[in-house]
Nanobody, 116 residues
Framework: QRQLVESGGGLVQAGGSLRLSCAAS????????MGWFRQAPGKEREFVAA????????YYADSVKDRFTISRDITKNTVYLQMNSLKPEDTAVYYC?????????WGQGTQVTVSS
């Protein structure tokens, strides 16, 4: 049973918006932080954003700061990534992950494609 299930990816034009969702269960539900990473073709996976489950404190990569917003709904065990002002360089597979000391629980990924 997958502990993290992502949804919300798709194709969007540059300047558009998408919202990704990640539903958590099992051990992922009680993790310290949940976050989003992305991997573009031919590139390494990189950190995008994270949120601390207990306090809501957020962390962002410089490349997405002021464009992306991570949030959580504890009642739904779900984390969201609102992505605005999307750019072609945001094209990647986006992965949800959970961390309690290390990022060791991962979702299956969802494709985000931004056309120019």
């Amino acid at each position: 049973q997958r502990q993290l299930v992502e949804s919300g990816g798709g194709l969007v034009q540059a300047g558009g918006s998408l919202r990704l969702s990640c539903a958590a269960s099992g051990r992922a539900f009680s993790s310290d932080r949940m976050g989003w990473f992305r991997q573009a073709p031919g590139k390494e996976r990189e950190f995008v954003a994270a949120i601390r489950r207990s306090t809501g404190l957020t962390y962002y990569a410089d490349s997405v700061k002021d464009r992306f917003t991570i949030s959580r709904d504890i009642t739904k065990n779900t984390v969201y990534l609102q992505m605005n002002s999307l750019k072609p360089e945001d094209t990647a597979v986006y992965y949800c992950a959970a961390e309690s000391g290390r990022w060791d629980i991962w979702g299956q990924g969802t494709q985000v494609t931004v056309s120019s």
